[in-house]
């Protein structure tokens, strides 16, 4: 009779667990908190950009090209130096540094580059609208890597291996630095890092800790959705300040586009991609909380909510994907040398 009694009362609790988390997923549904789907599929239909539809070859060719310094003025700079997959995908400065070692002029931050396919626009500003053109701004801006579009061209149409590979991936196009960046959008795109927030949001009950679901509770009912929502928990473009002063709102000279909206960053792979907000001006992920709550919510959270909120945050540290540093192809006597002036 007592084991009939503990075992009802084991179905009961169970029950309750799973209602309280179904409860919990679709409180995160109506909020517009999306996951990163589960089905191969479903994650490349998501991904994919039929003005340049994935291929592996495409996928592979980016990869090089990103790794590839020889991109830069220097030769010394490349994709991954301010996108360092082996970390974050960011640079964890505060500051982009490029050619030189000058720094961004507006005082800006590298934004990772993982999971940045889910943004609806990419810089700051929002100024490009996919990673394939985004990929190319940074190649030729001074302050970065430097390199003349022209001279981009002839380094990659001088080195046989990428000449090839252009002719075979894009067979009715000439080499161009938008092929170039349609090759590097590609494999950027394939960058995403599933979490077990993405777990716990496709069913998986068990994927969250108490405290971690308690956190995404609180992350909800204070607002901080408003914003960080859909499958990148951020990506389209807010005003910033809101409903208060920003502290921190004189380093640097950047407001924003011409209607003062900033790109919202995504929280995913938050704990690893310090410093925060655009101008890279706080390493305090606490801080970084009670800040946007009082310039966005115009809200004071307690210590409790915002402890709870960088409990949640915890769940959104995803799997990278395996990424081999790749051999890069041998250069020819035609190759334009490094320039360090």
Not at 277 to 290: M, P, Q
Request: proline fraction near 7%; include cysteine.
């Amino acid at each position: 009779m007592k084991i009939f009694k503990s075992a009802a009362i084991l179905t009961i609790g169970l029950a309750v667990s799973l209602s309280a988390s179904d409860a919990l997923i679709k409180k995160a549904n109506e909020a517009g908190l999306k996951p990163i789907p589960k089905e191969v599929n479903k994650l490349i239909k998501l991904i994919d950009n039929p003005k340049n539809p994935l291929t592996k070859e495409k996928v592979e060719l980016g990869r090089k090209l990103y790794f590839d310094p020889r991109l830069s003025k220097s030769g010394l700079i490349s994709c991954n130096t301010c996108h360092n997959l082996s970390i974050g995908g960011d640079d964890n400065v505060p500051v982009a540094t490029g050619h030189k070692w000058r720094h961004n002029p507006h005082h800006l931050n590298s934004p990772t580059v993982y999971n940045a396919v889910f943004n609806q626009k990419q810089f700051w500003d929002g100024r490009s609208p996919d990673l394939e053109d985004q990929a190319t701004g940074p190649i030729q801006a001074a302050p970065e890597m430097d390199m003349p579009k022209e001279v981009v061209v002839k380094v990659v149409k001088s080195i046989p291996e990428y000449k090839e590979a252009f002719e075979k991936i894009f067979p009715n196009e000439e080499i161009t630095i938008k092929t170039i960046g349609k090759a590097i959008g590609a494999f950027e795109r394939t960058l995403v890092t599933p979490s077990r927030y993405d777990d716990f949001l496709n069913g998986d009950e068990k994927a969250l800790s108490k405290a971690e679901k308690e956190g995404l509770k609180t992350f909800i009912d204070v607002g901080c959705a408003s914003c960080h929502n859909g499958v990148g928990l951020g990506g389209s473009m807010q005003p910033f300040p809101v409903a208060g002063k920003y502290k921190y709102a004189n380093l640097g000279d950047f407001k924003g586009d011409k209607n003062g909206m900033v790109k919202v960053p995504t929280l995913r792979n938050i704990l690893e991609t310090a410093p925060y907000f655009h101008n890279g001006a706080t390493y305090d992920i606490k801080e970084a909380i009670e800040i946007m709550a009082e310039t966005q919510l115009g809200r004071k959270l307690s210590k409790k909510e915002i402890d709870s909120i960088a409990t949640f945050f915890k769940a959104l540290t995803g799997k990278k994907p395996e990424i081999e540093l790749p051999v890069l192809p041998v250069e020819s006597s035609n190759t334009p040398k490094p320039n360090l002036d």
